[in-house]
């Protein structure tokens, strides 16, 4: 276990007693307490809050007929999200995952508000960048607590499972949101000069806040008892000098860490393009509506197939984690094979010149809706797969803070470059060749990665370096 450097001296009794089986409660608290419904929780907030503003994302633009305020809010949000993602793990372990978690929910509201702000009054793009970067210090926090409590809660046998879990339930946001986007916006056909009302954005805002406070339900993470009668143990009032000194010694006594790295760095770059150039590009209104929901659909079923997988007990956890590599190569290889057909066809000069964009009705719109529904199983096959490889790095809380604000740091600071590239109008094309390349190369880093560092168990000896 990865502990700061003031309570080294008592890590072997700690020890001890994490291997003694904890009585588990009955009846309601047991319910409450079971680590099932408290990631299922954890799920929700993030289905109210970050999930409903992906589905906003999703339309291209965050709905807008111009991209460039969202390109550079995007590029604001993701800066600030990379700076302070990297001290995310350490914050969490100080203030402890409920109020981190709490805290990070409050930019999300922001945010959303913004772009109402905008649609009202459309010379307030300053006040929607200055908001995209709060939210990026917002979500750093959010992710970080969120990627603690899904990685510590489970056994080492259900980490796929947790995390498909979380994912369907995260990903619900995304369904609704682009429901409540498809049911204003059906009536819409126009192409060039569509863009997302009023009610759309007051209805997410309103479905975003609900959730700011339940955070604040969240059980004490050091009363959960896993299902095999483990506890769940993380830091008791440690220092910000332990902390940040916590933070390099995750670094120092697992390095390995830095071969995930360009895999964190691709994670999401794919979002501009597929939000942007080609979603909020190709199609009107009602059809990006519709692209968004099935996109986020396509995300609840990929990350439980991918998480039963990972999770299949008739196979090593080695195997598996092989296995789920070469899922994602060839799905990174069939998506965007198929997306460079498309992707041939147009480029921002051609799409400035035409007076139409393609709708639902439209001849073609079947293949390209197919496409963007493969999409989204990538990326939910893409985050699940990474975020179970870091939970076959450790069980303990204190030190999957670190990871996960290492992942969700690098993972932003590619996203900022990739909307910056977009906000500087380099070719479709262009973007679209960078997604592909990041993705492969993520790839390549990570297989060496799993066959040093992944073990069909994690060991005592490893958590207490």
Known sequence: MLVPLSQNTHKHDEAREEEQPAERPSGLKGFYYNPYTQISMVAIVCFTCPG???????????????PDINDDANAALYATYAFFAFFAGSVNNVLGPR????LGTTGYALGLGSYLAMNIHPNVGGFVIAAGAYE???????????????????????????????????NMGGVVGACVSLGQNFSSTVGPGSLVGNGTYIALLVLNI???????????????????????????????????RGLWIALKTDPLIIMLFPMFFASIWYYTWQFNDYN??????RARSLNNLVYWLAQIFGSLIVGWILDWTRLTRRARAFIGWCILL???????????????????ESIAASPTRMDIYDHGYAGRILLYTLCGVLDSVWQTTTYWIIGTMSNDAAKLAYFTGFYKSIQAAGCAGAFATDAVK???????????????????????MIHMRVKNHTEPCDEMK
């Open 52 to 66: 409903l503003y992906n589905a906003l994302l999703g339309l291209g633009g965050a709905g807008r007929i111009n």
């Open 99 to 102: 109020l981190t978690l709490f």
């Open 136 to 170: 990026g210090l917002c979500a750093a926090l959010l992710w970080t607590a969120e990627g603690c409590l899904m990685l510590a809660y489970p056994t080492e046998s259900q980490k796929g499972t947790f995390i498909g879990v979380f994912w369907a339930i995260f």
């Open 210 to 244: 609900c959730g700011v406070f339940l955070p604040l339900f969240l059980a004490d993470p050091n009363k959960v008892v896993r299902t095999d009668g483990t506890r769940v143990h993380t830091p008791r009032q440690p220092t910000w000098k332990s902390e940040f």
């Open 280 to 285: 909020g590009t190709l199609f009107n209104i």
């Open 330 to 348: 060839c799905l990174v290889f069939f998506v965007h094979g198929w997306a460079y057909v498309y992707q041939r066809g147009y480029t921002r």
């Open 426 to 448: 380099l070719p479709y094309m262009n973007i679209f060749a960078s997604t592909w390349a990041l993705l492969v190369a993520g790839l390549i880093f990570t297989l060496p």
